[in-house]
């Protein structure tokens, strides 16, 4: 089996496409993975890391990125076509997997004008613009959620969940503090500013519980000095870091997870079963993260804060409800493990191995 993961851009669309990689080389050790993406993209930093193989096509968005930019990209995409079928051509794939971003459109079709056959992966409840308009014309339909916008013809839309890493279950030596109430704190790859300004803004709120919680916070690159300040001046015992890596360990000593509600996130706190409060990110396209936040909350498995109401403190006060509610919190995480799909990576890769069975 020979597979092309085409996209990336964001952890949110490159983190599966490695789940879905992962779980490939697991179940079949002899197939072979190819991603393609950008140089501007997360991809050309994280992919040579894993050992996988990269090519870059170019390609960049067009929605809401201003008329000289919406014309260049326009000017890419025949450039990035073209160089989709010379790695299509080179690499000769079974199989042509778009993970979303607009990395994965010339690959797919390009596929699509070489008839191999392709498919699609959707993290979101609304999809992407690159993932509507190619969802008509491949093979596969991967979705994450239930009534995910626009509707796909049943016969080739497999309804999987949004796959993450096996990391996720592999925690390496934890820190060991029974005595504290443990929250992880974290926005996207990058960090969240409102997000991290609601804590801190807010922070004397947590003055009668310091002794009692310990915090660790990825922050991103712009806030990171001034979290960490905040917390020290506050007497909190609080770690303010970049970025995670090992975001299995993280999620295993947590007690309590905020974050906001990308589709990765919320995949990740389902599948280890964690009781979260989800911030989502209003600029979302579609307000996709918002929709995504409200279903699981209706299902009584987080805890939703809008952005706008940050600046009130109300992302404190929800914490230190949950602090003195164990009882909801135990509730909150077993309604979560009964939503995630930890296999969605191996479902997906089983669906692609089928359809070749029957092509041969």
């Not at 949110?12 to 501007?40: D, I, N, Q």
């Not at 600029?283 to 409200?294: I, S």
């Amino acid at each position: 089996m020979r597979l092309i993961l085409a996209g990336g851009g964001t952890g949110g669309h490159l983190f599966p496409a490695l789940a879905v990689a992962e779980a490939l080389k697991s179940m079949s050790p002899l197939s072979e993975v190819l991603f393609v993406g950008t140089k501007h993209g997360i991809e050309s930093r994280l992919i040579p890391q894993t050992g996988f193989p990269i090519r870059f096509v170019s390609a960049r968005g067009i929605m809401r990125t201003g008329i000289l930019n919406s014309i260049r990209a326009g000017m890419e995409i025949p450039v990035g076509i073209v160089q989709s079928f010379r790695i299509i051509k080179d690499f000769n794939p079974d199989f042509v997997l778009g993970v979303g971003g607009y990395a994965s459109a010339p690959p797919l079709v390009a596929a699509l004008i070489l008839n191999i056959e392709s498919g699609i992966q959707e993290q979101n409840s609304i999809m992407g613009a690159a993932n509507r308009m190619l969802s008509k014309f491949v093979n596969k339909v991967f979705i994450s959620w239930q009534n995910t916008i626009p509707t796909t013809p049943i016969d080739k839309t497999f309804l999987v969940g949004n796959p993450v890493r096996k990391a996720l279950f592999e925690k390496s030596a934890e820190p060991n503090e029974p005595n504290k109430f443990k929250i992880l704190i974290f926005g996207g790859s990058k960090g969240a500013n409102s997000l991290n300004l609601g804590i801190i803004e807010h922070i004397s709120q947590l003055k009668n519980v310091t002794s009692r919680i310990k915090i660790v916070h990825q922050t991103g690159s712009d806030l990171l000095e001034k979290v960490g300040k905040a917390y020290e001046q506050a007497g909190i015992d609080a770690e303010a870091i970049e970025f995670i890596t090992d975001m299995g360990t993280f999620y295993s000593w947590a007690d309590l997870v905020v974050c906001r509600a990308g589709a990765s996130s919320l995949a990740e706190i389902t599948a280890v079963g964690k009781p979260a409060i989800v911030v989502p990110f209003p600029f979302a396209a579609g307000d996709h993260q918002t929709k995504n936040a409200q279903w699981l909350e209706n299902h009584g498995a987080v805890k939703m804060v809008n952005d706008a109401d940050l600046k009130s403190g109300v992302l404190i006060r929800q914490i230190l409800e949950l602090i003195n509610a164990p009882a909801k919190l135990k509730l909150m995480s077993e309604n979560a493990g009964k939503l995630g799909k930890p296999d969605a990576a191996r479902s997906i890769v089983l669906e692609i191995l089928k359809s070749q069975r029957l092509a041969a």
